[in-house]
């Protein structure tokens, strides 16, 4: 419980200091996160992080939980992919960026967004290019055989969190 209680701690400390969430949001995100894990076997962990790192780019409440499951699907493509882990933090830095600063770092993660796209840096508008390429791609790598042991460890490393 101690990483969970520190990626807790992270989002709680990100919504404080930009101001774009509150204690009610970032509990919604962790039931969030946990039910993201049941689905997918990504970590509950690395995706309340993902989300705390999203926070420090100023994305408010809603935002960061419509973007959450996109996240676990490009990391799981990518990794499907090329066959190396990215880890959602990675993601989350990436999508973050095409936010804030340049949205053609998301190009990286095979995301192609237009130029008016790229230059507003819109919040819908870039979504809406991630779940058109990437929407999806978590739930149905879970239902596969990999996937599904995946799931299994997952369930089984909060198991042993939870007796110490």
């Not at 709680?12 to 997918?40: D, K, M, P, V, Y």
């Not at 998301?106 to 507003?120: F, N, Q, R, S």
Request: proline share 1%.
């Amino acid at each position: 419980m101690p990483q969970q209680e520190d990626s807790e701690r992270r989002l709680a400390a990100a919504f404080a200091a930009t101001g774009a969430g509150s204690r009610a949001g970032a509990n919604a995100i962790i039931e969030q996160a946990n039910a993201l894990q049941t689905l997918t076997g990504a970590s509950d962990n690395e995706i309340i992080s993902a989300g705390a790192i999203l926070a420090t780019f100023k994305l408010n409440e809603q935002q960061i939980q419509r973007l959450l499951p996109l996240l676990v699907d490009m990391s799981m493509l990518v990794r499907s992919r090329t066959g190396e882990e990215m880890s959602l933090a990675s993601v989350a830095k990436a999508v973050g960026t095409a936010f804030s600063t340049n949205a053609s770092r998301l190009e990286y993660l095979g995301i192609t967004l237009d130029a008016t796209t790229k230059k507003t840096k819109d919040f819908n508008l870039i979504t809406s290019a991630i779940e058109k390429s990437v929407g999806g791609a978590a739930v149905a790598m879970a239902g596969t055989f990999s996937g599904q042991l995946k799931i299994l460890n997952a369930t089984m490393g909060d198991f042993r969190e939870s007796i110490g």
